[in-house]
Every structure is written in structure tokens, then in C-alpha cells.
């Protein structure tokens, strides 16, 4: 099956951690957070993968080669300017146009079982099925109705947005899409997936959330970082 890694970031909140190391590159108990990534994606079965470059493009490049040191074939898609999350996709529309596939940021770790998120998306012919967990407040928020339909997604959400929205359920930063979800986003400039795309697919009925039921942790500080260290000391993933 085929996957995203999105890996174009700047990584800045990271501070001097990211001057020289793209974010998915930086150590983890002596191995970057891709390799978890894409170890973790090939353990599910996601072993065509498409890694997005832009910062240090090389540092990426030269550690996952080909992708076989992971059972995987890596396909890489460099951006002469950061494209978002969502505009990296539509970059590689030709490469998703057989059926679902899987986005994950590039700093996201978990140990999500991907076959129950698969499963869902199945389930409801989705047009995208999105990973989510239990946060008092973020900048994406889920607000999920009957059989895990998403029925708002609020992303960057005012103060006056989020008057009245009773929802602790937040975008993971891991989704399963399909060729139709690829084909709302616009072509030709920066677009971001949270921002852009999944409210207009809202409307269409076949936006679906599946509960996180693994550990995740989004690296997007060095105190996250610190806190991954102690999971991964604790075996919460692999």
C-alpha cells in the first residue's frame, strides 16, 4: 500500500535542535524519528513510500536511500518552495491515483494500529478518514457525530469559534485519502490540508475520524522530544 511522509518542514519551535537537521532526522534513543516512521509504516503494510524534501534535502536522502534498509520503496519529491501539507500531496496526484493511501507528518511517532484507521475509512467508503485523540485544546479540532462522522473541523479556531463546541477530539496529524480527496485540493500554490481541505470535505458527508487507540507524539519541542525519549524507554513504541 502506498504512503506520505511529509518531511519539507522548517521544524523551527525546534530552535538550534533544527539549524542543520531537518526535524524528521533528529536522534531518538540513536535513530532519527523517520526511521520509527517508516519502520512503523512498512509494519502495516504501507511499503510504497513518498517522502516530501525541502531543508537539507541531502541528510534525508543519504540515510534512507532507496528505501530497501526498511522493506520499503521510497520515492522522494523535492519542493523548490514549501508547498504545505496538502499542496505536497497534489504534487504526487499521479502517483495516488490507484486508491487510499496514508499521510503522516513527519513528526508525528505512534504506535497506532494502521489497519483499524484503514478499516474504518473502508468501512464508510470515506472519502478521507482522519486520525484523532483527546486534547483539551489544538489547532485542529473534530467535532465527530454519529458512526465517527466528522461534522465540523475547525482548524485555528478564534475564541468566539470555539463558544459552543463541545469537542476534545483533534486531528493527529495521520490520514488515510483516496484519489477524490486529492482532487479538491487546488493545484499551483501552498495549500494546507487542515486549512483547505478537510472543511470543504465536511460538506460532502465522507469526512470520517478514527480514535487514536496507540501512543502518538507530535516532536514540535524539545520538551516533546524529552517526553519521546521516556516512551521510547518505556517500550510505548517501536
Known sequence: MKAMVLCAGFGTRLGALTQETPKPMLPLGG?????????????HGFDDIVVNL??????????????????????????????GTAGAVRK????????????????VLTAQDFHALLAVHE????????????????????????DNRVER??????????????????????????PELVEMIPAGRPTDLPRDVFPPAVATGRLFACPLSGYRCAIDSPERLT????????GLFR
Open 123 to 146: 468501512k464508510h467508503n470515506a472519502l478521507a478518514t482522519v486520525l484523532t485523540h483527546q486534547r483539551a485544546r489544538s489547532n485542529s479540532v473534530v467535532v465527530v457525530g454519529e
Open 92 to 107: 504526487m496526484a499521479a502517483h495516488f491515483r490507484d486508491g487510499p493511501f496514508l499521510v503522516q507528518y513527519g513528526d
Open 54 to 83: 525541502h531543508f537539507r534535502p541531502e541528510v534525508i536522502r543519504t540515510y534512507c536511500g532507496d528505501g530497501s534498509r526498511f522493506g520499503a520503496r521510497i520515492t522522494y519529491s523535492f519542493e523548490e518552495q514549501p508547498l
Open 227 to 234: 517526553l519521546a525519549e521516556k516512551a521510547l524507554n518505556e
Open 31 to 43: 535513530r532519527p524519528i523517520l526511521d520509527y516512521i517508516l519502520r512503523h509504516l512498512v509494519h
Open 153 to 178: 473541523f475547525l482548524e485555528r479556531p478564534s475564541e468566539e469559534d470555539r463558544r459552543g463546541v463541545l469537542s476534545d477530539r483533534v486531528f493527529s496529524g495521520i490520514l488515510i485519502g483516496t
